[in-house]
């Protein structure tokens, strides 16, 4: 596929048509939890340790339909999660072959899981992420870069790293808002985690990641402010369904512009497919 193209649209893919709304809170049903909970369990339990052993050398490249084993059980595996979370997966647009930067909004600790529904990933998060219970040794093994903010060395580890894993045709993610927003709506991208893609010359792929039932339901989703790990988890275990939602940009190749131009060209990709219904 020709990577300056836009993606050719699927049955799975819609067009932005009026702009969006958000939607209220959903309501509290602890009954939910009555098949969400053990769900979640049987993921934890059995989902995880086999996604890990087919991750193991000499089975994680095993070809399963055209797709080595190991990127088959990671999709796989956090699309369950999703679903026992009562979150179904839902992407508009087609993911491009090859090499290239990811660039998302960033809402919640959800989006992690959604991006790795679409393809596996290596994904640039904060270094506290490694300390989380049970995501922390995952995030290690699905191949998770860390970066300390505030540490230029750190910053500097995590470019070459991207770098090389952008060079033999990895895709890498990154959330270039370099936080989370507690407001709906996207925020400012910054282009210092953008220079790897510049110096390959790989192309950025703009994504929007929104949760949708009947409208936003940012307030319900967003690990904002004063939030936990485990309370986000809680309270979302016993909202109604909701739609995650991935809607796939235009990819950018990077050519003769710099990185803040590139920023502001996603950011603004980014911002329109967020902001506008699906058709």
């Known amino acids: 596929m020709d990577q300056t193209a836009r993606p050719a649209p699927t049955p799975d893919s819609a067009s932005p048509a009026s702009p969006a709304g958000s939607a ?7 009954w939910r939890c009555l098949w969400r909970v053990p769900a979640l369990a049987g993921v934890c339990l059995v989902g995880f340790p086999l996604m890990l052993l087919a991750l193991l050398p000499g089975l994680r490249d095993v070809s399963v ?3 080595p ?8 595996t956090a699309r369950m999660v999703l ?20 660039v998302a909004n960033h809402i919640s600790w959800f989006d992690i899981p959604l991006l790795h529904a679409m393809s596996p990933i290596w994904l640039v998060a904060k270094s506290g992420i490694r300390d989380w219970p049970l995501v922390g040794g995952l995030a290690r093994a699905v191949g998770t870069i860390f970066i300390e903010r505030g540490s230029d060395a750190s910053r500097r580890r995590a470019s070459r790293r991207m770098a090389a894993l952008l060079q033999h045709g990895k895709m ?23 220079a790897p893609a510049v110096r390959t010359g790989t192309p950025l ?8 039932r009947d409208g936003d339901v940012h307030d319900e989703r967003v690990f904002g402010p004063g939030t936990t790990f485990l309370s986000l988890l809680v309270t979302n275990l016993v909202r109604p369904p909701c739609e995650a939602q991935l809607i796939i940009g235009t990819p950018i190749v990077p050519g003769e512009a710099g990185r ?14 967020y902001d506008h219904e699906i058709a």
């Open 24 to 30: 209220p809170v959903g309501a509290f049903q602890p």
């Open 65 to 67: 339909a055209g797709r």
């Open 83 to 102: 679903f026992v979370l009562g979150m179904r997966y839902r992407r508009f647009g087609e993911v491009p072959e090859g090499p290239m930067l990811v």
């Open 69 to 76: 084993l190991g990127w088959r059980m990671q999709r796989r």
């Open 172 to 194: 890498v993610g990154v959330f270039p808002e370099a936080g989370i927003r507690a407001e709906r709506g996207v925020g400012r991208f910054h282009a210092r985690l953008l």
């Open 260 to 273: 803040s131009d590139l920023a502001r060209e996603a950011e603004e990709q980014v911002r329109r497919m």
């Open 205 to 212: 792929l703009p994504v929007a990641i929104r949760y949708w």
